[in-house]
């Protein structure tokens, strides 16, 4: 069993084990993993159950492979709802935009968080036909679930997470592209859905037309250069809007037969169609370096149990709703990711800014992609297909079955890599020293354990207090080259890398990348439209920035405190 942090001991605690009614504590992180491989290898045939629990324990405790919070919170509890993304449809109506409330509470209840598309939502000073009175539009219907959210957050696992999608072209889209500019929304991310015509219109300089979502009537001609501009303004003012490339994201919908995409989860990198669910799993990069080379047949090893364990989720899971047990039976998708990158980097004396970083990428996560692929074929192979492979885009184009509609995507693992002891997902290390906000007010002092040795063992103790205030390396006086080179920190790498490191991710993954832009205080308005324009012309599926300092209560911040 790999070692776990005071950190991960102290989340585990507050949130993931096993408690009884008076809120005492009943299982050890060891419990925890048994509990969740075998409720997940009920799944198995019972003859095959104790072995793959044992393996699914060993990959869990060894920390090499998690799946998201829900699974470990709810696995073998009754009712045990074990996804963490959700799309749930709203329409232009009271009931269809109330009923989408309740079953996000429920959702929120279990540890899942909800993504909305409010596009159909007609625009503020609308004719209401039943009541003669005046729409107020999708803005103020957002803060309704973002109020309710507010209100229930006290009785579920976690806080509600929701995002809230809004089509470039809808008339409120200025409304709404400026409402986090101010308090409130704290319970949503918004993202505006750019069509692939808006960002060619805001290349070329071209106007652009706002239509009214239910006669599809041009309601207004912007400027879509000054309409893109004003989404990088709020951008660069809160960190939000996000951008989604809706249609790239639709090109690659497995199941286009069934739905059209219209939102994403929470966090942007799981695309769903109205009433699907996603469950998540990730491996740690870290543990898969062996004498300053990759582990590929280690990592291909793990990638198949995660395919496996994240399908038999699927299986044991207890829906909240019948219509999403119906959509997920059909597609059952799956999101297997990576995090500990940059810990990888680092084990192989890598810069992530350094274009052999970007090469390596590439080749990992088209390792990744290929090796998770052949898993769910010899799942569908043992199991069955999914059942709306037939009709899917990969039969027409004449692929192998698999089990899996989507198999592959990069969460951000905000939970799980404390859990793990690892960074996040595919992004840079954040700081080599950094406080962490978080757990209702309680703040982590982390320092890089690698880095303190490493400076150690080169006599350059004397810059450690410099290093700790800055809480990077680079530039720090006594540092030797060769460590700040290697610990490169989120605010080291520059924009453009970032967006390419996305981009390099997304070429091998069925779902979407995780991934935050981050820019320095200075940057300008401008910058972030570029950011945008190279992510569209990467092929990245959406991007989100964020500005160091921009939002109060970040939940980092460089340095360590005094
Ligand atoms: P974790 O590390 O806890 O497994 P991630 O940070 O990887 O979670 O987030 C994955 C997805 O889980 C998010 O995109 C979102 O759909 C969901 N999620 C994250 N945080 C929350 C939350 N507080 N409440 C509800 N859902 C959440």
Redesign the pocket.
């Known amino acids: 069993m790999a070692r776990l942090t005071d950190n991960a001991r102290a989340v585990l605690a507050r949130r993931y084990l096993l408690r009884d009614d008076a809120g005492a504590v009943l299982e050890e992180p060891e419990g925890l993993w048994r509990r969740v491989a075998t409720a997940l290898a009920a799944a198995e045939e019972p003859g095959e159950r104790s072995r793959w629990a044992e393996r699914f324990e060993a990959r869990m405790a060894g920390l090499e492979l998690l799946p998201?919070?829900p699974t470990l919170m709810n696995a073998g509890r009754a009712g045990g709802q074990l996804a963490?993304?959700f799309v749930l449809p709203v329409d232009d109506d009271l009931a269809s935009i109330f009923d989408a409330l309740k079953w996000a509470a429920l959702i929120?209840q279990s540890?899942?968080?909800t993504?909305f598309s409010f596009s159909r939502l007609r625009p503020k000073g609308d004719l209401v036909r039943t009541t003669h009175g005046v729409a107020s539009g999708p803005v103020s219907f957002i803060r309704v679930f973002d109020a309710a959210t507010e209100t229930i957050k006290q009785g579920g696992v976690?806080?509600?997470?929701n995002m809230a999608v809004l089509g470039v072209e809808h008339p409120d889209v200025l409304e709404f592209v400026d409402a986090k500019r101010g308090p409130g929304l704290e319970n949503f991310n918004i993202s505006v859905a750019a069509s692939d015509a808006f960002m060619r219109a805001a290349q070329r300089g071209e106007p652009f037309a706002l239509r009214h979502p239910r006669s599809g009537a041009p309601a207004v001609e912007v400027s879509a250069r000054e309409l893109l501009d004003r989404i990088a303004g709020a951008a660069w003012a809160s960190g939000e809007p996000g951008l989604v490339f809706l249609d790239r994201v639709e090109a690659a919908n497995p199941t286009p037969d069934l739905a059209r995409f219209e939102a994403v989860?929470?966090?942007?990198?799981?695309p769903l169609l109205p009433f699907e669910a996603c469950t998540?799993g990730?491996i740690n990069l870290g543990r898969f370096a062996r004498g300053g080379a990759v582990d590929w047949d280690g990592l291909a090893a793990c990638v198949r149990d995660g395919v496996r364990l994240l399908d038999d989720v699927l299986t044991v899971n207890v829906w909240p709703l019948p219509q999403i047990a119906a959509v997920s039976a059909r597609n059952r998708k799956i999101g297997l990711g990576v995090m500990g990158w940059a810990d990888l980097l680092v084990q192989l004396g890598v810069a992530y800014d350094a274009p052999a970083a970007l090469a390596l990428a590439d080749e990992l996560m088209g390792f990744v992609q290929r090796e998770a692929h052949a898993a769910s074929e010899a799942l569908a192979a043992e199991r069955g297909p999914f059942p709306g492979f037939a009709t899917s885009a990969l039969a027409r184009a004449g692929g192998r079955p698999r089990r899996n509609a989507t198999v592959t995507t990069i969460?951000?693992?905000?939970?799980?890599?404390v859990i793990a002891g690892c960074s996040s997902?595919v992004e840079p290390l954040f700081a080599v020293a950094y406080v962490r906000h978080a757990l209702g007010g309680v703040s982590l002092e982390e320092e890089h354990p690698e880095l303190l040795g490493r400076l150690r063992a080169l006599g350059a103790e004397a810059a450690l207090p410099r290093l700790l205030a800055n809480g990077r390396a680079r530039g720090v006086p006594g540092v030797p080259e060769e460590i700040q080179r290697v610990f490169a920190t989120a605010h080291d790498v520059a924009p453009e890398v970032h967006v390419r490191m996305q981009a390099a991710f997304q070429r091998h993954v069925d779902n979407g990348v995780?991934k935050t832009i981050n820019l320095p205080r200075e940057a300008t308005v401008e910058s972030v439209r570029r950011a945008y324009e190279l992510a569209f012309e990467l092929g990245c599926k959406g991007i989100t920035v964020y500005r160091d300092g921009t939002r109060e209560g970040q939940v980092l911040t460089h340095g360590v405190a005094a």
Not at 158 to 161: C, D, L, N
Not at 265 to 270: K, S
């Open positions: 998201n919070s963490a993304c929120h540890g899942g968080g993504g976690r806080r509600g997470a989860n929470p966090c942007g990198e799981q998540l990730s969460a951000p693992t905000g939970t799980l890599s997902g995780s």
